[in-house]
């Protein structure tokens, strides 16, 4: 399995980007698919993540910023962000918890994506 993100790259405040995750390999099915962050000197967290059900969960410092879609049939998921702000400059991770098909059974595991720049600044 694996997670590609694209979609970093310089912004200035006020301004939008769209990140993108896609999901490869013998998935059976992804039970939750997000985003994290983390900034210099500053743990990872948790931006916003949706479940199979499309319920979904937000940071509070991003509720009513960023929004968080995702498009089953091809395993991806967008993350919008508007009006950014420079504590939102992370580098910011997709993550997911996918099922595979393995000869013991399926197995359930999260996954990370390789990490995609977010800058904002003026």
């Known amino acids: 399995v694996q997670l590609q993100a694209s979609g970093g790259g310089l912004v200035q405040p006020g301004g939008s980007l769209i990140l993108s995750c896609a999901a490869s390999?013998?998935?059976?099915?992804?039970?939750?698919i997000g985003w994290y962050r983390q900034a210099p000197g500053k743990q990872r967290e948790l931006v916003a993540m949706?479940?199979?059900?499309?319920?979904?969960n937000y940071a509070d410092s991003v509720k009513d910023r960023f929004t968080i879609s995702r498009d089953g049939a091809k395993n991806t998921v967008t993350l919008q962000m508007n009006n950014l702000k420079a504590e939102d400059t992370a580098v910011y991770y997709c993550?997911?918890?996918?099922?595979?098909?393995?000869?013991?059974?399926?197995?359930?595991?999260?996954?990370w994506g390789q990490g995609t720049q977010v800058t904002v600044s003026s």
């Open positions: 949706m479940s199979r059900a499309d319920t979904t």
């Open positions: 390999g013998d998935i059976l099915s992804i039970n939750h």
């Open positions: 993550n997911a918890e996918i099922a595979i098909a393995q000869t013991v059974g399926t197995i359930i595991n999260w996954y």
